[in-house]
């Protein structure tokens, strides 16, 4: 079992920065692919980034790429997603999850989540 708690989300105005943070605790942090979704009202939850257990290979969506970078301290068993130039269409609740396969886009190959933070957009 992991646990997941994400922190970090708030405020900003359009082109401003924010950093998400994901603190895991329970199994083996190291072991697991771990991946950032976001989910605005009315919308289906989607695919923002991911990293590797190793945090060497990481994925983006199309629609963050540049703008969003996603590390992982495996030390502090975190992950973070740092958000830069952000635009309204970025406002959503963001949450955080962990898989035991490679990294992926879909949220059916992870297998635990956490509860979300709020990031709101102001333009």
């Known amino acids: 079992q992991v646990q997941l708690v994400e922190s970090g989300g708030g405020l900003v105005q359009a082109g401003g920065s924010l950093r998400l943070s994901c603190a895991a605790s329970?199994?083996?942090?190291?072991?697991?692919?771990m991946g950032w979704f976001r989910q605005a009202p009315g919308k289906a939850r989607e695919f923002v980034a991911a990293i590797g257990w190793r945090g060497d290979s990481t994925a983006y969506a199309a629609s963050v790429k540049g703008r969003f970078t996603m590390s992982r301290d495996n030390a502090k068993s975190t992950v973070y997603l740092q958000m830069n130039s952000l635009k309204p269409e970025d406002a959503a609740v963001y949450y955080c999850?962990?898989?035991?396969?490679?990294?992926?886009?879909?949220?059916?190959?992870?297998?635990?989540w956490g509860q979300g933070t709020q990031v709101t957009v102001s333009s």
């Open positions: 329970g199994r083996t942090f190291s072991s697991y692919s």
């Open positions: 999850a962990a898989g035991s396969r490679p990294i992926a886009t879909m949220t059916s190959r992870y297998d635990y």
